[in-house]
């Protein structure tokens, strides 16, 4: 992430918190659960020489559990910098305080649930300065990657405990790197020198990475394109846009950002940064492109690059997507789906009301999960929620209906993923200000359950995981 961008963001979630509004950065999460194996009490080893003071405090969470009897999920959060993990295959059990560095943002869990990957400052309240952390789903083996670099974009394999990560320097440079993560340490290798690149994301087989690298508007000259890089280090162009050296003094585009692969890994999906944060902060292009046949990217419009606005049915035929400009989500947030076989556009969106999250069922026949609210012009500041009454929406064949219910001073304002069996949906539902809890609710129908209740400040959430319950 360019410097200035995250300067930007910073404010502006600032300024978001002091509103009272839990709106989340993309930067903060993954987008999408894994299942989870275990989750137990404080242990491992958490010494780091760069990490600063390691975070403690009070063993209780302000976070409370909501239902006592057991339930499918393990659920890593952040309270005031420290970790907690608790474990819901196990009746009545408590958050456990895991001891790491300052957390400032959890990234995810592994492909296989074995571990959790978060991002811990160099000194208490956060810093520029960030490093990565891992710790087992038990709470136990926690120790810091990679103990000599500043990292900027980091993402888990979808096959392997693998991470690939980005790097910078104080001298402007920096690497793009792979960590094996193994108990009680973790093999790391370089896969490109010398910085230069903005982003990356994983081909589904976790064989080699999407890598995006930005204009340069020279000399040297160099045009924005992504290039694939296996874990070997070959590089092949996959794509570039436009001219290095044409004359654009004021506004152009600079860079591929937010990617993402079809499961099947032959469409990649992007926004298109901007070389002006202010702009990109309002909107950005959205663009699909099919690698069989680059040179024809298909233009979806403007939209936001928030992590998780756009989503690839499992079957990778067809792409979801918010488009609508403004940085805020209260107005003119619209849901479209893209079939990439035949390249017909559907509007999905509703007269009136403002769309967020699409998320797809995991089984056939696919269903399409969203958040969907009426849109609130007036929002800003005046209300503790920017959509007041936001609720889930799952459209089917065609068909939307309303799947949550709630009071019209509560925000179901984020997806967070549905069952490994297709049942379940987690969600995020905003209470009052600076209150959130987890719930779950069955796609048939049924009542919601409160899982969690408590406190949550901006940019920290409810990570959970799904996970067989013991019998």
Known sequence: ?????????????????SLGSLYLSGQARTGSLKPVLQSASVGGNSSSSNSGTLNSGPQNSV????????????????????????DGTTANSSPKLVKTGWVSWITGWSHDGRWLLLSCSSKPGGS??????????????????????????????????????????????????????????????????GGGFFELAWAPDGQSLAVSFPRLYGPPYSPLHVDRVTLKGVRNRLFSLGE????????????ATGMQFSPDGRYLAYHLDSNAASFSFDSQKLQVIDLQQPGNPVDLGLGLNRDGWFAWSPDSSQLAYILGEDRFFNTNKRLYTLNVKDGK????????????????????PYSLLFCRGPENPKWFGNNPFAVPGMR?????????????????????????????????????????PGIASLYTKSLDGGREIELLHGPLAIGQYFCPGWAQISK
């Open 63 to 86: 976070v409370e559990r909501a239902y006592a009897a057991p339930f499918p999920m393990r659920v890593a959060w952040s309270d005031g910098g420290r970790l907690y993990l608790m």
């Open 392 to 432: 889930i929406w799952m459209e089917t064949n065609g068909l939307a209906a309303q799947l949550t219910a709630g009071s019209a001073d509560s925000e179901d304002q984020e997806i967070l993923g549905v069952s490994p069996d297709g049942k379940y949906v987690a969600y995020l539902r905003l209470t009052s």
């Open 1 to 17: 992430m360019k410097n200035t961008t995250k300067i930007l963001l910073a404010t502006i979630l600032a300024i978001l918190a």
């Open 128 to 193: 520029e300065i960030n490093y990565m952390w891992v710790v087992k789903a038990d709470g136990t083996d926690a120790y810091q990657v990679d103990h000599t670099v500043n990292y900027i974009y980091a993402a888990w394999s979808p096959m392997d405990d693998m991470i690939a990560y980005s790097t910078s320097d104080p001298q402007g440079g920096g690497d793009l790197k792979i960590a094996k993560i193994m108990d009680g340490r973790a093999q790391i290798s370089t896969l490109l020198h």
């Open 244 to 255: 290095a050296k044409r004359q654009e003094f004021y506004k152009y585009l600079w860079s």
């Open 345 to 364: 556009v559907t509007d999905l969106s509703q007269q009136g009301m403002v769309d967020i999250y699409p998320v797809w069922t995991n089984r056939p």
